[in-house]
């Protein structure tokens, strides 16, 4: 009896041993240079050395694309090196004034910003996006990192995306010279409109088409998921204001039904509105 009892803890042992070996090995084992690799490029973030962990997450990413808290590492530090956080652009967006009374028209964020500022941001968004899109489509997921995790930069980089999207005219993934600036507002109230009217009509109406549509499909994405923000109250940022700009910009109210304002008004007849797809 004694021996049957001693004889089946020690295969308890055994078993348990062999399951913590399995988790260790299935673990760390395949990736460990990656899983040290991804702490020193965390360090080198948190010590303000972005390009350096930029490249040490990239090393990591291009071996195995699905380690999220490098691709988390990733986003943030071409977010960083852009000059803001998620939480920041968030806040740039949500200063906009979504009250109903009369006032002048604020031009949108990043409308004055230089071509070449413009475009460096415009890049560190895309890069983001990429990583924080992988997060949260459960691309990446290792270790024990989810969407609800990445929810607040999703929403940023896809928000921040998608009004960049208006100074990419010609549609071609960068932002230059050979782009029109059509200084897109926002006016008090809750709409949208181009500063520009005249730069804009310069555009042939599909080349008009593909930038509303890309931008609508950017910031719906975003407008989403902000529904999801606002029941989390431990984000320290007013979301209903920036779900307000967003809707005003798509032209929606806030259950999602369209007013037949914001981006569709500049929407070529002929062309599906809303457009379809996604991203
Ligand atoms: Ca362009």
Redesign the pocket.
Known sequence: MMKRLLSGLLMFSLLLLIAAGCNIFSFTAPDDSNSAKVEDAWEALWDGNYAEAEALFTEVINDDPTIARARWGRAKARMKMSGYSGIELISKLSTLDTNPAVGDPQPLPFMDLNTSDADALFQSMKGALEDIDAIYSGVATRPDLNAEDVQIDYTAVFAIQGILELR?????????S??INVFALFQAGGDFEFGDEAAWDTMTEAEQYEVLSSVYNLLQTSSETVLSLLEDDSIPIDTSQLDGVLDGILGQDENGVPTGDGLSEYAPPGFPWPPEGGN
């Open positions: 990419d005219t010609n549609q071609n993934g960068s932002i230059d050979n782009d």
